[in-house]
């Protein structure tokens, strides 16, 4: 009885190492997910930013023209 209880002592110890070593590396997947989510959605946020930053300064631009040619 007690050759069974070191032999189930030393499977359980090792099947708990495999699942906790599976559950860190699912969760370490996840974890890489959201990072590339969160990295993309503020690609997306910068490139916007850009665009309306370029906009803004063509309609200043056209502003400024229009005002110098009222001006003459």
């Known amino acids: ?12 110890g090792i099947l708990t190492i495999i699942a906790l070593v599976i ?10 997910a959201f990072l590339m989510t969160a990295i993309k959605i503020m690609i997306i ?3 916007v930013g850009v ?6 300064s063509i309609l200043r631009g056209r502003r400024a023209r229009r005002r110098e040619a009222e001006e003459l």
């Open 1 to 12: 009885m007690l050759a069974f209880f070191n032999a189930a002592g030393r499977w359980g």
């Open 23 to 32: 559950t860190l590396l699912t969760t370490l997947i996840k974890f890489v």
């Open 45 to 47: 946020l910068m490139f």
């Open 51 to 56: 665009m309306l930053v370029i906009i803004l």
